[in-house]
Structure formats: C-alpha cells, structure tokens
C-alpha cells in the first residue's frame, strides 16, 4: 500500500522500485560554512571511498566484495595485481553488473577516434573483450575534489594532463570532452593530446565477476 498524490493505493507488487542519491563528491576541507565539505552528510556513501554496507545480492549472498570499501580489484581484493579497479558505488544488484577501470593509462597521447579504437581492443586476462572508453559521468564519478588532481588518489593514483571521455559535444561534434587534473574541458577530436582510461560493465556472478 502507497500514497499516490491523496489517494491511497493498494498493490501486490513484492518489491518496490528504490533510486539512490549521488556519491560524495570527496572533498573534506570546508572552505565556508555551507559549502561541499560542509555538508558532508550529503551523498548515499559514508564517504568517497567507503560504502554505507557491503555490496550483495538481491537475495542476500555475498559478492566478491564483503568489506565496504568503495574499490577493490576483481578479486574483492586491494592489490590490485591485474591493475583492475571495480568501482562498488555502481553495483546495480538487479542486473548484477559494476563498473571496473583499468588503473592504469594507454601511456601514449591518441587523437579521439585512436582512443576509441584503443579501449575496444583492451585485453586483460580473461577479460579479453568489452573495454571501452568512458563517457562523461563514468569519468566524473571517480573523480574526488579533495585532492590537487581528480584522479591522484589509490587505488589510482594518476597525474594526468588529459583523459578522454567518449562523449561529444552536442554543439560542435568537432569536439569531446576531456579531463584534466583540475579541470573538464572540450578538446577538438583532432588533437593528439590526451590519454585514456579503459572501462568495462563487469557482470556479478556468484562471489566472482567475468
């Protein structure tokens, strides 16, 4: 039973369909009373890198994961041996799916088109296929805004000039969007100046992921 505007409706629905609000954008220093750090206590993680419980599934069982940390490896792990970063914020408990980053960049500078075609070919152990480069928010999601470059922090600890991202510019398809240590940007697609950092859906099967 639920309240639909002033009227109350009965269903025989088991479940009820739940959203989840932002993650902390990572910043702890308060710069003023009512700023990001201020209020911390916004976002659905007890911080940018812990979660609120550790991640199941829809039935209870445990996943790879059985701590609350934020990121591990594939293994539920923090050592990251294959350079494979699982981000648990994403963890979608229906379609059993999470997002998980390679670690490290392409070490080259490619034009947007070259990026694309990089990441498809990523092959890293058994995950031989499904790499992509990320778009805008899968990006913007890992960035944390406490530290002096978005992405300098374990597991990740990159310093960066530019990353890209897939998506385009709606106002000039000319252009996409890259990431900077500090800044977001639009680059031209011509220009061989940033790198990339793969991405992957990851499929949750049992306490395993393929």
């Known amino acids: 039973m639920y309240t639909y505007g002033n009227k109350i409706v009965i269903s025989s629905a088991t479940s009820v369909l ?11 220093t308060v710069y003023r009373t009512g700023d990001d750090a201020d209020t911390s ?14 991640p199941v599934h829809a ?11 934020r990121f591990t490896d594939e293994l539920g792990g923090q050592t990251y041996t294959n350079d494979i970063v699982i981000d648990w914020s994403t963890y979608d408990n229906v379609a ?5 980053y390679r670690r490290t960049l392409s070490g080259s500078t490619l034009l947007w088109n070259d990026a694309i075609d990089g990441a498809l070919t990523v092959s890293i152990g058994s995950f031989s296929t499904g790499w992509r480069l ?7 999601n890992i960035c944390c805004f406490e530290n002096n470059g978005r992405f300098n922090y374990a597991p990740f600890n990159l310093t960066v000039s530019e990353i890209w991202s897939s998506t385009t510019n709606p106002g000039s398809s000319s252009q996409a969007y890259a990431f900077q240590s500090l800044n977001t940007i639009l680059r031209g697609k011509t220009s061989s100046l940033p790198d990339y950092l793969p ?12």
Not at 18 to 28: A, D, E, N
């Open 18 to 28: 739940k959203s989840s609000t932002l993650m902390p954008s990572g910043q702890t």
């Open 59 to 69: 039935d209870g069982s445990a996943t790879a994961n059985t701590t609350t940390n």
């Open 199 to 210: 991405v992957r859906t990851f499929t949750v099967s049992g306490t395993s992921l393929t």
């Open 96 to 100: 059993e799916t999470v997002l998980g």
């Open 134 to 140: 990320p778009n805008f928010m899968e990006l913007n």
């Open 41 to 54: 206590s916004e976002g659905r993680a007890t911080d940018f890198f812990t979660l609120n419980t550790a």
